[in-house]
């Protein structure tokens, strides 16, 4: 390794430590930490996301600046190999030479700048996860009610509503053309335990004839008045 060659490792290992130290200092505040610890929160369920809006940004971007920082590592890491192995300076796609004002701005470049262009152009960071064409739209695994064999047990929005009865974050504000609470989860005009429609009619006389419900199992279960 020549003098020129040395120069260029030294600066590239200067800049490996210097943004090794700035990744480890982003973990160390807490970025891998799980979100809830982070927030001394048990739950964030009971968060409206207005709630944690600056927690969410804070997070989104230190993730951002180490997936930046390790992409930048591992370009180091292949220019050093590279000018090891004496092939530093020649594109890692085509093979031609990088143009040295390419390399003097950007000593860890393994790419000439039309294949780099070339790279970030048909960069593929706008792909979904592939799981997502299982999970869109939301709840379809799971929501049976209008599913072929005619699933008529509890699934997965009878236990959606028998949870978001209780209350949610969520307003009918937050969901156009809403009135009303009952707008907020799906089916609220849903009749729980009836099969047939005409059991409706049956059970609408029992609540009619005994709205307070004070008659059950043949006996009265109002109080005694003294």
């Known amino acids: 390794m020549n003098a020129k060659e040395a120069m260029i490792m030294e600066t590239l290992d200067a800049e490996k430590r210097r943004l090794t130290c700035q990744l480890e200092g982003i973990k160390g505040s807490g970025s891998e930490d799980s979100f809830t610890g ?12 207005a709630d944690i809006g600056t927690e969410m940004f804070e ?35 085509c093979g031609r030479d990088i143009d040295p004002e390419r390399l003097r701005a950007v000593p860890w470049a393994v790419k000439c700048l039309q294949c780099q262009r070339r790279e970030e152009r048909h960069d593929d960071g706008d792909k979904r996860p592939l799981e997502e064409s299982s999970l869109i739209p939301a709840f379809q695994r799971t929501f049976l009610d209008d599913s072929p064999a005619g699933f008529t047990g509890f699934d997965g929005e009878d236990s959606l509503q028998a949870v978001i009865r209780y209350g949610s974050s969520d307003t009918p504000q937050d969901l156009p053309g809403s009135h009303d609470y009952d707008d907020l989860y799906p089916d609220p005009d849903e009749r729980i335990g009836i099969v047939d429609d005409m059991d409706r009619f049956a059970a609408d006389d029992s609540r009619q004839s005994d709205p307070a419900g004070t008659k059950r199992h043949g006996r009265d279960t109002r109080k005694t008045e003294r």
């Open 38 to 49: 982070s927030l001394s929160e048990l739950s964030l369920y009971d968060n409206h996301p």
């Open 59 to 93: 997070r989104s971007k230190d993730i951002a600046l180490m997936d930046t920082i390790q992409g930048t590592l591992d370009d180091i890491d292949r220019a050093m190999q590279a000018l090891s192995s004496g092939i530093y300076g020649l594109c890692q796609d």
